[in-house]
């Protein structure tokens, strides 16, 4: 069985009873699971994760459009987070049985899809993108809704599917395929908050660190200890124990220890079997060896 | 859903249509998968690896006593690994959803079952065995099926079920509960065998090192390397990684490094995932936060 995630962002983080209509919506579509919807009002934001096969998932990020564009009216809205659509992002993650490819053809299906029916621009981005200039979303979705109109009409920002002018309410959306991102903090045995920043600044990428890896130091006020808040956006190519080897060197270079770390949400199993193969130097090893992947595929 | 592995060892490892009768008879039984099966002629033995839900692995353990107890002649037979049955050993293991209490009941109905309906004597073993002394396998296979008759009748010897004399061809069963076991070497960066025997020494149970660890020390002699070759029995209670740094330290104190190790056959997720959170640190693991096992669950 082909697995995919899913974890579309709405413009909606306020209205209960609007949240609650869309995730009735998506539960109600035959093989989709919903596992986990959360909201933000200073965002004004909600973030819902679907799990399903592809053709499943089509259906389900359908129905969302249908009832979000219906129900949100970006003229109005107002948050903290930037935002180009009622439907602002929709990833697709591939998580099981399931290339990246199969994943970056469901996200275009689904994208010519959706603007077709609402009559919507569409962009694509990430693995999705065919233009390396639009493969990053922070890039897409500069200027938000207020000047998407004005974007449109710029070179190189034309959608890649539907109109060339947003919808008036529902602005456009970004939809893609991604790996999938790790939520991994790293816990320091100080309140030294630039030991943090210290150490976030030489793992991350933007400055000079590890090519998969978003990082900032943040003080743990109640907790009177720092942390390294990272995002991992590819644990294939910058695997969860090189960032945590090197977060605990930097972090020794100024006399502090490592006292734990911490999984935000839900991590990919084999992010966590390729530490056990890495610190027990495992010969050849593979998903092969696992006792329930076997059982999985007999 | 429940699943419960199960690893029954036959005496017959030579008549490949035997084996393959026997093979036969498990994959029709609806509801099992056998995953795995080999043969060796040497010991005149075959180990076969099954997987199902508690009431099939039932219906599959009585159709290989219904066929071997047909085929197969202890008075007959010959190899050089030791055993009283010909269905010698049958161990259920608790694998997703299912407890060991579970696992032990199962083998009670299973020994119930199987002494009542080829009037053969059954012990009970490991975790499904009430008497501390006839926990182990080896003590209850001690004396083989030529010592059978002679031992059934010594104090702590009768059968847990079934008549209280050797069935005449196929002797007797030993069917239990127990652990996962891993099958675990660690290959050493030496030609010197004395190394990994005092490492072996250092880190196995009966000389002093780790509860649930045996290990012996090895030479590869085509690769001119020596292997620490072990079988984890609780892996829960005695962590891979602790295995590992043991080993490591002890290999170091000879002025040896750890070259690889191997994992022979099949390995739980959960013994990796132990590994992964001991090396991060990771705060408060579970199973939870792997995305794989919230997407089985919902």
Not at 78 to 94: L, N
Not at 193 to 201: G, I, Q, R, S, T
Request: hydrophobic letters at 45%; charged letters at 25%.
């Amino acid at each position: 069985m082909a697995i995919v995630a899913s974890i579309p962002n709405v413009s909606e983080g306020r209205r209960r009873d609007v949240v609650e209509q869309l995730a009735t919506g998506l539960r109600t579509v035959p093989g989709v699971r919903l596992l986990d919807y959360s909201s933000d009002p200073a965002h004004n934001r909600s973030v819902f994760t679907l799990a399903g096969e592809p053709a499943a998932l089509k259906a389900a990020t359908v129905a969302l459009f249908e009832r979000a564009v219906a129900l949100i009216d970006l003229r109005t809205h107002r948050g903290a987070h930037p935002r180009v659509g009622a439907v602002d992002v929709v990833p697709f993650v591939p998580i099981e049985g399931v290339t990246m490819d199969e994943c970056v053809d469901l996200a275009r299906e689904v994208a010519g899809a959706v603007a077709e029916r609402f009559d919507l621009p569409v962009y694509l981005y990430e693995e999705a993108s065919a233009d390396p200039r639009r493969r990053n979303l922070e890039d897409i979705r500069r200027g938000g809704f207020e000047g998407l109109a004005r974007k449109m009409t710029m070179p190189g920002w034309r959608p890649d599917f539907g109109p060339t002018s947003p919808h008036p309410s529902a602005g456009a959306a970004v939809i893609g395929a991604r790996h999938p991102l790790i939520a991994y903090n790293i816990n320091l045995q100080t309140n030294r908050l630039d030991v943090a920043k210290a150490v976030a600044a030489a793992v991350r990428h933007s400055s000079g660190g590890l090519r998969y890896v978003k990082a900032i130091g943040v003080a743990l006020e109640d907790r009177r200890i720092v942390q390294v808040s990272m995002n991992l956006t590819n644990y294939e190519r910058t695997p969860i124990f090189r960032v945590f080897d090197l977060v605990q060197r930097e972090a020794a270079r100024h006399g502090v220890a490592v006292l734990e770390s911490e999984v935000i949400g839900l991590v990919p199993a084999a992010a966590l079997m390729a530490v056990a193969a890495h610190h027990l130097q495992i010969a050849g090893f593979g998903p092969h060896m696992i006792l329930e992947n076997r059982l999985r595929e007999t």
